[in-house]
């Protein structure tokens, strides 16, 4: 018996509503839609992060650059925010420090030298690790989020901020 050109003997192929392949289209790297909250997280930590040296930068050039305290403030606030809404509490002490510092030096209460702009840097430096390895800083830091402010605290320039005192004992406190 000859089998038919092409064919398998004594097999059959079937195939029932076929659908052709689907088209995958390369992802659009503006597109945040498909993100979880910590990647979200971490876009919006890598963008203040990039604001925040660069303002200090520019603080350090021009140490009276009084508009750049008023960007360096929002990108603080910002990264505040973010962290809040993840529970990233130490980068939220730190960020408020930040913030109040960046608050202060607007009203004229202290002047950012270079010593003071190099606490900064440490606290940017800090908020890099927090904003990029959310699960990894937060075992670090676990239980100790007050300690993560503390370059901020013990510095003469930052002592004595109202809110972020009491930010900080709150933080001793919950845990």
Do not use: W
């Not at 002047?111 to 904003?131: A, Y």
Request: hydrophobic letters at 45%.
């Amino acid at each position: 018996m000859e089998r038919p050109e092409g064919r398998l003997s004594g097999r059959r192929i079937v195939i029932l509503n076929h659908q052709p392949e689907p088209v995958l289209k390369t992802p659009d790297p503006d597109d945040l839609s498909n993100l979880s909250m910590l990647e979200l997280f971490q876009v919006e930590a890598d963008s203040q992060i990039a604001v925040l040296i660069g303002g200090l930068l520019q603080l350090e050039r021009e140490p009276d650059a009084r508009p750049q305290l008023e960007v360096l403030m929002r990108a603080a606030h910002s990264f505040k925010g973010a962290a809040r809404i993840v529970n990233q509490d130490a980068a939220v002490v730190v960020a408020h420090a930040m913030e109040d510092c960046f608050v202060a030096a607007q009203l004229g209460r202290i002047k950012l030298r270079q010593d003071e702009i190099d606490v900064l840097f440490q606290g940017v430096d800090l908020l890099h690790v927090l904003g990029m390895k959310p699960m990894d800083a937060m075992n670090f830091v676990h239980g100790k989020s007050h300690e993560a402010a503390l370059p901020f605290r013990d510095h003469e320039t930052f002592a004595g901020f109202e809110g972020f005192e009491a930010e900080v004992n709150a933080q001793k406190f919950s845990q």
